[in-house]
């Protein structure tokens, strides 16, 4: 990497040029972009965390995962404005369900209008609370263990771990877990490419990384889309 990768505008997919990244956008992902989504994408455009926003790049693959697994019932930590949770309640079944934990309802309440009217509200159930309470308190029914198909971890990263030890235990085997930004930016390799006041989430992110990357009770793929998405597989 040269030093004019660190000036890249936006998220740039960090194994390639904005040139390309743009390209993927144009060409494949905003064409098929489900319109209530662009309309969420647009809502939350001016919001001054914009960024927080799952990348569409990241969408268009969870969107594919969700499908291949037949996820029905599905766990989100860190809703945001809502892009990504809406995004999964358009692609599981009607009588699928989402538990989505974020205690920021503010933001959740910009995408809600959208995700109303896109008729997916009904299988979302929004709790206002940091995720690590809720995923205990989860977790003291045995009859959750391995309910869920499939968790979306967008939140906290100092606490990635915490959450990947928890929702193992939620996700059923075969089910999948992914979680984003796991190359934040870069920052993982360059420290100096992220602002400092994400700086201190780094180590944290680097040490769940190297865990994640062997631990053999999961199959997984780090890819380098959108700001980098880590997928596993439960296997046991
Ligand atoms: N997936 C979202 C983006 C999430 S951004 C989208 O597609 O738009 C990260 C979110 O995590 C923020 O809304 C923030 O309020 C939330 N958050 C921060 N700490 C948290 C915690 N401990 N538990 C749950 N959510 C948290």
Known sequence: MDASDSTLKG???????????????KTSVYPREAASL???REATANHPLAFYGTEPDSGQLIAILLKLVNAKKTIEIGVFTGYSLLLTALNI??????????????????GAPIIEKAGVMKKIKFIESLALPVLDKLLEDKDNEGSFD?????????????YHQRVMKLVKIGGLMIYDN???GGGVVTPEAVLEVKRPL???????????????RVELCHVPCGDG????????
């Open 93 to 110: 079944p009607e009588d699928g369900e989402i538990i989505a934990i974020d205690p920021d309802r503010k933001a959740y309440e910009i």
């Open 202 to 216: 780094i180590p944290p992110l680097l040490e769940f990384n190297k865990a994640v990357a062997v631990d053999d």
């Open 182 to 184: 796991t190359l934040f």
């Open 38 to 40: 662009k309309e969420l």
């Open 229 to 236: 998405v880590t997928i596993c597989r439960r296997l046991r």
């Open 11 to 25: 998220n740039p997919t960090l194994l390639q040029s904005q040139e390309l990244y743009d390209y993927i956008l």
């Open 150 to 162: 499939f968790a979306f971890v967008d939140a906290d990263e100092h606490n990635y771990y915490n």
